[in-house]
């Protein structure tokens, strides 16, 4: 039933815990917009109905963390590739081991399946490229080039080239029946991380760490067009499925792009963080991001987002450019010619010869092959997923419904939160802790109140001067029968002393700002703390957190004291500066700390080593001080709730 009233554009669709160890990657199924793979340093790769947090299938096998995930189009298949540089695929359908395959000399960092044969591509930190047979188990062509890790592959819609993006700031194209390299596009400045093909004209559009996406044609094999920097490197793109604009998935943010001429359609903030991978369903836009054990989904109505009628990015020097009228560009290059006989083997047939296949296998790899289960954790989804697969071939296709949107006052939309099956046997109690918490994040009318501060928090926007009212500054009776100069003696009174605590406080920064001049940050840090001012500390952790590489081991046993106090501060913004300085300390020194709190024995005397295990005694017992702050304050509604219930996953480590 629609919502009355206004919806939202973008919303949050779920959150949840995905795997005992952290999430290393995920793909979504990009058929049916409703299926998700999560791999993690669990070794296990974990599916998931999209909107449901109930596991459906677990995939184990590898014995190393799964770095990459590849669903192939049909959905039938998955693929994982490990930091150990071996492949395994599964049949979902069959629910079972496939093939294993081995090759690779490094982390496997990116995959993909031909959209029509039965072949698997492979890039890896050992910067080759290579191409599978998975139905003969074994690699029938090794592609040589890239000299660093090649983060991404791509099969072109008609199936005759692969577009490798890697580290050395390279997109290479390959002839897959010529076994040669067609061209090399080197214009980025900084690594390749995503390439997409455009589904039907021969464009390519690659995105990069240099914060901006490069369209190149593949007829003359010159670039297009570029965008404009972004504010963060470029991970996740997507064409829409016409092929009338190109979505990036950006930092807490969608962009949406053309190309000829370069222009912004739109620009949508969504606080997915960093998308790892976007799919579109239903015209709805599907986003997948990742934090630590936590995997959230949000969805993008794609009805409300502008796809034309933008200007052109840059310098405008013509007026008539802001006219332009939107280039039909299908007339500019040709299509790809898709492969008429692809339909003549069925996916039956097809395993039938994978089955055949796997009879002739070695006695190594009928154990590599044991060795892999896909354990079904939720039996009813599993049918309801895999099961129509079984229907016959020309049955339509199930038609998918929207995700509905929530209203414009609801601040988080959760769907089947309460009752949860746990993905993998979780051996950590911190985690079974907080697992059904971080599941049923949206708390309830009845416990709101009950979880709330009793100090107000005074918001970063207001309306209206915080605390300031006129009568304040008045006496009780008729501002009438005041005098002129005795209303302004009213009014000027607490003026001197507020002009006092201000000269103080540009004192005191003043004062860390000439040690900070020198160098010394740790020194600046600990004069700040010593100042007894949270504004203080506000202010130099408001730059700090700028900079997370400025953020050193030897500053957190000084800061995370003054963090308690700023998680309880009544002010909103000092509240947010020490959830993000928290969540920075965490992210760089949490293992580094939990991996510190044992000292192993060592030969001879190692005074560094000696420091560094007590400054994470140190800072391990601080931490701890901060659980019942976080723990209190997890169910609070809202972003706030959402910051510290993020700082309780990240403390788990040291449970």
């Avoid at 009879?359 to 009813?380: G, L």
Wanted: net charge neutral.
């Amino acid at each position: 039933m629609a919502a009355s009233g206004p919806t939202k554009i973008a919303w949050k669709l779920q959150e949840f815990v995905a795997h005992a160890g952290n999430v290393t990657c995920l793909v979504l199924g990009k058929n049916s917009g409703r299926l998700l793979a999560t791999g993690g340093e669990d070794c296990r790769v974990n599916l998931w109905s999209v909107s449901k947090p109930n596991c459906v299938m677990s995939l184990t096998g590898h014995n190393t963390p799964v770095e990459c995930i590849q669903f192939k189009d049909s959905e039938e298949l998955v693929v994982a590739g490990s930091q150990s540089g071996s492949l395994r695929i599964w049949d979902l359908e069959a629910a079972k081991i496939l093939r294993t395959l081995s090759g690779h000399k490094a982390n496997i960092c990116s995959l993909d399946f031909h959209p029509f044969g039965e072949f698997v591509a492979s890039g890896s930190m050992d910067t080759n490229v290579k191409l599978w047979d998975i139905r003969r188990k074994g690699c029938v062509m090794t592609y040589k080039g890239h000299t660093n890790a090649v983060r991404c592959l791509r099969f072109s819609p008609d199936g005759r080239w692969i577009a490798a993006a890697g580290d050395d700031n390279t997109v290479k194209l390959w002839d897959l029946s010529a076994a040669k390299i067609l061209t090399e596009f080197t214009d980025h400045t900084g690594p390749v991380n995503i390439v997409e093909f455009h589904p039907n004209e021969y464009l390519l559009a690659s995105g990069s760490s240099d914060r901006t996406i490069k369209f190149w044609d593949l007829e003359k094999f010159k670039m297009v067009s570029c965008t404009e920097v972004e504010s963060t490197p470029v991970r996740s793109i997507l064409f829409n499925p016409d092929g009338c604009c190109l979505y990036s998935g950006s930092q807490d943010s969608l962009h949406v792009y053309g190309w000829e001429p370069p222009r912004c359609f739109d620009v949508l903030p969504v606080n997915w963080g960093r998308a790892a991978d976007l799919c579109i369903c239903s015209n709805q836009l599907i986003g997948a991001s990742f934090s630590q054990v936590t995997v959230s989904t949000f969805v993008v109505d794609l009805n409300r987002v502008k796809k034309t009628g933008s200007i052109v990015q840059g310098t405008v020097e013509d007026e008539k450019l802001f006219n332009l009228p939107v280039m039909k560009v299908a007339a500019l290059r040709r299509n790809y010619e898709r492969p008429l006989t692809t339909c003549n083997r069925p996916q039956s047939k097809v395993k039938e010869e994978l089955e055949n296949e796997g009879k002739n296998q070695s006695a190594e790899e009928e154990k590599d092959d044991k060795e892999s289960t896909a354990e079904i954790r939720n039996p009813e989804e599993y049918k309801e997923i895999f099961q129509p697969q079984n229907a016959i071939a020309r049955t339509p296709p199930r038609r998918t419904d929207p995700f509905p949107a929530p209203p414009e006052d609801d601040t988080i939309s959760v769907k089947e939160s309460e009752k949860v099956i746990p993905p993998t046997e979780v051996h950590s109690p911190a985690i079974k802790k907080l697992q059904a918490d971080q599941l049923n994040f949206h708390p309830s009318a009845a416990s709101t109140p009950n979880n709330r501060p009793e100090a107000p928090i005074i918001p970063i926007a207001k309306n209206e001067p915080i605390g300031l009212k006129a009568a304040d500054f008045l006496p009780n009776n008729k501002l009438a029968d005041l005098s002129d100069e005795d209303a302004m003696g009213q009014i000027q009174k607490g003026h001197d002393t507020m002009c006092v605590v201000l000269k103080s406080r540009f004192k005191n920064l003043d004062t860390v700002r000439a040690v900070w001049t020198t160098g010394d940050i740790k020194t600046s840090i600990d004069s700040a703390v010593t100042m007894n001012d949270l504004a203080i500390i506000v202010d130099i952790l408001n730059i700090i957190n700028l900079k997370p590489a400025l953020w050193k081991l030897d500053l957190c046993p000084s800061i995370i004291p003054p963090i308690d106090k700023l998680l309880q501060s009544k002010y909103e913004s000092y509240v947010q500066t020490g959830c993000t300085s928290l969540k920075l300390i965490l992210q760089r020194f949490g293992l580094l700390i939990a991996d510190n709190l044992v000292t192993l024995p060592s030969i001879g005397v190692d005074i560094t080593r000696e420091e560094r295990h007590q400054k994470c005694k140190l800072c391990y017992k601080q931490l701890k001080n901060l659980l019942p702050i976080l723990q209190s304050k997890a169910g609070m509604p809202g972003r706030q709730g959402s910051a510290f219930r993020e700082l309780q996953l990240l403390m788990a480590a040291f449970e």
